[in-house]
């Protein structure tokens, strides 16, 4: 992989790769700053404009606009105490107390610092892991892969903040959808209804349009009023103490990346975790942790490290089986399917330079929105005053229009709509929209290798091989885990009250 | 009195429960079409469709009859990253809630309220499905500009100035991100 090192940085600094950087971080910084909208809706949105367009260069868009999220979503938390995404929440509570103090400079020069110095650390265990990974992953067979589809949604299902059983249910719906149109195994066209539209099945770009950008926007348009009810008027300074601040607390700084980088491998977990876990030890390891919450620095240091790096834990099970390890992640394999690239050991073999030009902008735009954020934030925090019934109609528009371009078919628009009102009524009643995502894109690889494994080895291929069944069990373990942690917990009430 | 409504719990009909039975639906048509299709081919959908039958059934009931939550415990366990108390709420607090007049789900919602957005939201349907026959028949940038200044001005009570204000710039931009910068054939 490492030979392509020095190609995949001479296409990532060739006209018009830059552009698209800029393009891409600037999108999703703003994605970032607005309170409801976030990576999956900016790369939802972004995938159709992607069609067509050369690997590379849509990879730079894709992961440009995905690594600028967690930092701008953080400008908007220091400024006016308003998260604009879920995993910059914990950055709220030292953030906003120092702005108040008139320290948003150093605020930000911290939040800044240390989430750039965290996304490389991410992409340098990436960088480190995929090579080792692939030795694993070359060890993997038919049964092996359906197994890892099964429990990558298992492990979203178990791991979800909502009902464990809504979450299997909202599983066994999207792996439901993907069974719509023809089988390339059996050679059948199923649930079509005589709609030639749907033989090519659910497509993915209007199913994510629809998913994230039509649900969300109807969601804002429910809500009315404007996205951030605060303002703020003065000046940012003392950002260059903020960039010191990371250096003098760098131990802390490590300790929340490392958090960031392994909460990330893990399936479905996600950035809104990781950000709380990494305050919660900042808080712990301290030796005043009563400063915490009045605008303590390293309060800001922690989550915003975690944040970044954890995107390069997460891309480790994406790129590596094919497992989305976050949403963002869930919607970014289905641009690399959609784009005619497998993520897994193959496309490490066939497509080194695809991989490093994704770490390398991984990298770069990180830089790229510290600086954008440090002289842009006072400007930038604006754009959350706009009322949402004026964003609300440009959302709508972005998406079914989005979905209409990809192949200029009506049935595409339909689709997104169907899926929009779908999500909202899930997003409302509790089930979980990751479940979803992940098994409409894994959908597809779990039944073809379910049925090569049946023909190869019959149902036992499934547990006669080592791997497979560690799988299996471990699958089954996880998906009873709360059941059991709560007749653990019954129990052991009832004995303390006997 | 009492005595009978222990027994027989009053049925809750809310917005969650209309979502449930439209996802048993989903789930039974999966199930049942399957079997025109050869062994093979049904053998996943299948499966997935009586999986996810029972599974909405069991939900349905507990949504439809909250105080049998406790009972149906594994209904509504909580992933591990879940606050149990807010999750799992107890069989008091969904009778309190459910008499309350608090029929819309999880989230907490007045029945008369959960009318009235879903009122809205079916609004907003039926605009955009009338965007989608316009795109169909004229050229997209009409469709679009007479979306954003009707639902920007009926849905949202934005001005007319700000309607046309507001469509005339995501025209001017959908012609400089479609037409000019990705030659777009629409």
Redesign the interface.
């Known amino acids: 992989m490492y030979e392509a090192a020095i190609p995949a940085l001479q296409a990532m600094l060739t006209w018009p790769a830059p552009l698209y950087l800029l393009l891409g971080t600037l999108l999703g910084m703003l994605f970032g700053i607005l309170p409801g909208l976030g990576g999956p809706q900016v790369l939802a949105l972004l995938l159709p404009?992607t069609y067509g367009m050369p690997v590379n260069l849509a990879i730079v868009l894709l992961v440009g606009a995905m690594s600028s999220i967690a930092f701008g979503g953080s400008i908007p938390a220091i400024l006016i105490n308003t998260p604009g995404t879920g995993q910059s929440a914990a950055t709220c509570f030292d953030g906003f107390p120092m702005a108040k103090q008139g320290k948003a400079g150093v605020a930000i020069g911290a939040a800044a610092t240390s989430s750039c110095l965290g996304a490389i650390f991410g992409a340098i265990i990436l960088t480190v892991l995929l090579p080792i990974g692939r030795r694993i992953v070359l060890l993997f067979s038919y049964p092996e892969f359906f197994m890892l589809a099964v429990m990558g949604l298992s492990v979203i299902?178990?791991?979800?903040?909502?009902?464990?059983?809504?979450?299997?249910?909202a599983a066994?719906?999207g792996?439901?959808l993907s069974?719509i149109g023809y089988?390339p195994?059996?050679g059948?066209v199923?649930?079509t209804f005589g709609t030639d539209y749907l033989w090519d099945g659910i497509r993915l770009v209007p199913a994510f349009i629809g998913l994230f950008c039509?649900s969300e926007a109807?969601d804002l348009?429910?809500r009315r009023g404007k996205i951030a009810e605060k303002s703020y008027n003065q000046k940012i300074g003392g950002v260059m103490q903020g960039v010191k601040a990371v250096f003098k607390n760098f131990g802390l700084f490590l300790r929340c990346s490392v958090i960031g980088c392994i909460v990330g491998i893990i399936p479905g977990?996600g950035g809104a975790?990781t950000n709380f876990l990494a305050y919660g030890h900042a808080v712990q390891s301290s030796k005043n942790p009563e400063s915490f919450g009045t605008g303590d620095v390293r309060g800001v240091i922690a989550p915003e490290a975690a944040n970044d790096s954890k995107d390069g834990g997460a891309l480790v099970p994406t790129l590596l089986f094919g497992i989305p390890g976050s949403l963002e992640m869930a919607v970014f394999l289905g641009a690399l399917i959609v784009m005619g690239l497998e993520p897994g050991p193959r496309m490490m073999m066939e497509n080194p330079q695809i991989i490093l030009v994704l770490i390398y902008t991984l990298v770069l735009g990180n830089i790229l929105v510290a600086v954008l954020g440090i002289f842009g934030a006072r400007v930038l925090v604006k754009i959350t005053y706009v009322?949402v019934?004026?964003l609300?109609?440009?959302i709508?528009?972005l998406g079914?229009?989005g979905a209409?371009?990809t192949n200029?078919m009506?049935g595409d628009?339909?689709l997104s709509?169907v899926f929009g009102?779908l999500a909202?009524?899930m997003k409302?009643?509790?089930f979980s929209r990751i479940a979803v995502v992940i098994a409409l894109v894994l959908g597809k690889l779990a039944?073809k290798t379910?049925?090569q494994t049946?023909m190869l080895w019959g149902i036992k291929g499934f547990f006669i091989r080592p791997l497979s069944l560690i799988l299996f069990i471990l699958t089954a373990g996880m998906l009873l885990?709360?059941?059991l942690?709560?007749a653990w917990l019954r129990r052991n009430g009832n004995t303390s009250q006997v | 009195m009492t005595h009978k409504r222990n027994r027989f719990p009053r049925v809750i009909i809310s917005?969650?429960v209309v979502?449930d039975w439209?996802?048993l639906i989903?789930?039974v048509v999966?199930a049942v079409?399957?079997v025109n299709?050869?062994a093979?081919?049904r053998s996943?959908?299948m499966a997935?469709?009586i999986?996810?039958t029972v599974?909405?059934s069991?939900?349905l009931i507990v949504d439809m009859f909250p105080p049998l939550r406790r009972k149906l415990?594994?209904?509504?366990?909580?992933?591990?990253?879940?606050d149990q108390k807010e999750?799992s709420p107890t069989e008091t607090d969904n009778v309190n809630s459910a008499e309350a007049g608090n029929y819309g789900?999880?989230?907490g919602k007045g029945r008369t309220e959960a009318i009235q957005?879903w009122v809205?939201?079916l609004r907003?349907?039926i605009w955009?499905?009338a965007?989608?026959v316009l795109?169909?028949v004229t050229h997209?940038l009409i469709a679009?500009g007479l979306?954003?200044v009707l639902?920007?001005r009926i849905?949202?009570?934005?001005s007319w100035i700000?309607s046309i204000v507001?469509a005339v710039s995501?025209n001017i931009g959908?012609f400089i991100?479609?037409n000019l910068i990705?030659n777009?054939?629409?």
């Open positions: 404009i299902a178990v791991v979800s903040k909502g009902s464990l059983w809504k979450g299997v249910v066994c719906l792996l439901g069974t089988d195994v059996t059948s199923r649930y039509i109807l348009f429910l977990v975790v009322p019934t004026l609300a109609p440009i709508f528009m079914l229009m209409y371009l200029g009506l628009v339909v709509l009102v909202f009524a409302r009643f509790g039944q379910f049925h049946l885990l709360p059941y942690r709560e | 917005d969650a979502f439209v996802l989903g789930f999966l079409f399957a299709y050869n093979r081919a996943i959908p997935l469709g999986l996810g599974m909405v069991f939900q415990g594994f209904v509504v366990e909580s992933g591990l990253m879940a999750e789900g999880n989230h957005e809205k939201i907003l349907i955009i499905a965007f989608i795109l169909g997209y679009v979306f954003v639902v920007t849905e949202a009570g934005e700000r507001l995501v959908f991100l479609f990705l777009a054939q629409l």
